[in-house]
């Protein structure tokens, strides 16, 4: 076959044979036994990253005998560049390594890399127009991106004339919108984003952005409340930044737990709250655990706005929604009016009862016995704290005698989601209408898409399953359900295949506090 030209950058068709194409060189790097990438987990090796046709490799660094000099490994380079000719050799492409860059640690031997781009530790690169490390641990870049932007509204006031309709969609559209690739990453201080919210309000009504003076004609929190409530619908570039930022904790929480990208974001996350990373999706949930983060780490500002638009617990509906209330930071469990507190206060232990696994009612509840545990039981994970019968006797008291009196007896509640014991991987679920006897219950049945999805889609309704379910024959699950008006109920689960207790959170007993209704 005769080639006569190539695919066309735009295509819908190139990056599908692209991928095709390059699928193989990543199946050669994942299987060459002699490439060391990052062990992320016992289990896990990360040896590469591919975004587009950007394609991150990543070697071992193996530490001499001095601490503070690391050297990557030959052989695993090596290797790589021999997997790499081989790719080339079968598929009649070459590697530009003239354009090819490479981060080294310091102190690290440059002889293996003398034909690429050296990026010594500590300096700034760009990767998939990401600057790195400073995006991920200042605002470096989007200050840069902010005064650009100005430029652009400036060149737009001088070669247009436009209405204020017309200078919102271009602020919207053609200028802001240059923002928010980077701004979920990149964290520029107040100051930047307030300067270019005055840019803004300058061009919008006097068409100039860098006007001295300006006489503000509507509220700002008037401007940005859409058109059909009676706003002007611009976007405010600190709330854009704000969600596109607190967007990745959401999806980090909601992500499946052996994902690569989470393993290592809540391992850099560890970093920046200093716990174990076993700790950081319990810390996410309370403010109280988020502050004195670890200055210009990864995170550290992201993490800081989360704090301030922290989740609040929402009291239990059913049994396995009680197990799952936190002990510390909760108002619904509080001492003379006050939440224990996790840190920062007197007599405060629970960021040191996290640390040994007890954080939550279902740590001191034995479902088996329905009784709280033994204080043998306790002892095993709260040895070496102190005061540590005292402290227990303090939180039991606090906890709600309607909550112990349904844990006590564990009747499973209309609403209640099961799924049957039988059935490995869960396809169906099924919600409980009513008891019917002691040890049966009616249910009606739903149908799920996939059960190996953290959150799965909307499930459909089954009525021809609708029926009875022994008690002993089921489990409990959780499914969320979508709280914006729709003619019919939408459904989803989370996590099916693990029981609630076992779930670092439950999304259903939390929501934000609302704001400026």
Not at 139 to 151: F, K, T
Not at 309 to 321: F, M
Not at 387 to 412: N, S
Not at 480 to 500: G, I, S
């Amino acid at each position: 076959m005769t080639v006569t030209r190539s695919v066309r950058q735009g295509c819908p068709l190139s990056p599908a044979l692209y991928v095709l194409y390059v699928e193989h060189l990543h199946d050669m790097i994942r299987e060459n036994e002699s490439i060391v990438g990052l062990q992320v987990s016992p289990q896990i090796q990360l040896k590469l990253n591919s975004f587009a046709d950007d394609t991150a490799a990543i070697t071992e660094t193996s530490h001499t005998s001095t601490a503070a000099i690391t050297e990557t490994s030959h052989t695993s380079t090596a290797a790589m560049r021999d997997t790499v000719a081989t790719f080339e050799y079968y598929a009649g492409a070459r590697v530009n390594w003239d354009k090819s860059t490479v981060l080294l640690p310091a102190g690290a031997d440059l002889e293996d890399f003398q034909d690429m781009t050296i990026i010594p530790q500590g300096q700034n690169t760009r990767y998939l127009w990401v600057l790195l490390p400073a995006a991920l641990t200042n605002g470096e870049q989007m200050e840069g991106l902010l005064a650009e932007a100005m430029r652009k509204m400036h060149r737009w006031a001088k070669g247009t004339g436009l209405g204020v309709i017309g200078r919102i969609i271009i602020a919207n559209n053609a200028v802001s919108s240059t923002l928010w690739y980077v701004a979920p990453l990149s964290a520029p201080d107040n100051g930047a984003l307030r300067e270019y919210k005055s840019a803004i309000r300058r061009y919008m009504w006097k068409n100039d952005p860098y006007a001295p003076q300006l006489i503000y004609r509507v509220r700002w929190e008037k401007l940005i409340q859409p058109r059909a409530l009676g706003g002007l619908g611009m976007l405010d570039p600190h709330l854009e930044a704000t969600a596109l930022q607190m967007r990745i904790v959401i999806w980090l929480l909601f992500e499946k737990d052996d994902a690569l990208w989470k393993i290592n974001t809540l391992a850099s996350m560890a970093q920046a709250l200093k716990m174990d990373q076993a700790d950081v999706e319990m810390a996410l949930l309370h403010p109280q655990l988020q502050r004195g983060l670890a200055k210009g780490a990864m995170w550290s500002p992201i993490l800081e706005k989360w704090r301030k638009h922290s989740l609040q617990q929402l009291p239990p509906k059913t049994v396995d929604q009680i197990l799952g209330q936190s002990l510390f930071g909760n108002s619904l469990i509080c001492k003379q009016g006050r939440p224990f507190a996790w840190q920062n206060e007197p007599a405060a232990f629970g960021r040191q009862w996290l640390a040994c696994g007890v954080s939550r009612i279902a740590d001191l509840w034995d479902e088996e016995a329905h009784n709280w545990r033994t204080e043998i039981q306790m002892a095993e994970h709260l040895r070496h704290q102190p005061e540590r019968q005292d402290r227990l006797r303090q939180l039991k008291e606090a906890i709600p005698e309607e909550w112990i009196h349904r844990l006590r007896t564990g009747e499973r509640t209309r609403g209640k989601w099961v799924a049957l014991n039988t059935d490995e991987p869960p396809m169906k679920l099924f919600r409980i209408l009513y008891r019917a006897t002691q040890e049966w219950y009616g249910v009606e049945a739903w149908e799920m898409q996939d059960s190996e999805v953290c959150l799965g889609e909307p499930m459909t309704r089954l009525p021809e399953q609708d029926g009875l379910i022994h008690n002993h024959n089921m489990r409990s699950v959780v499914v969320l359900e979508d709280r914006v008006q729709h003619a019919k109920a939408k459904f989803q689960p989370f996590k099916p295949r693990k029981h609630p207790v076992e779930l670092s959170w439950d999304p259903a007993s939390w929501e934000w506090k609302a704001r400026n209704t």
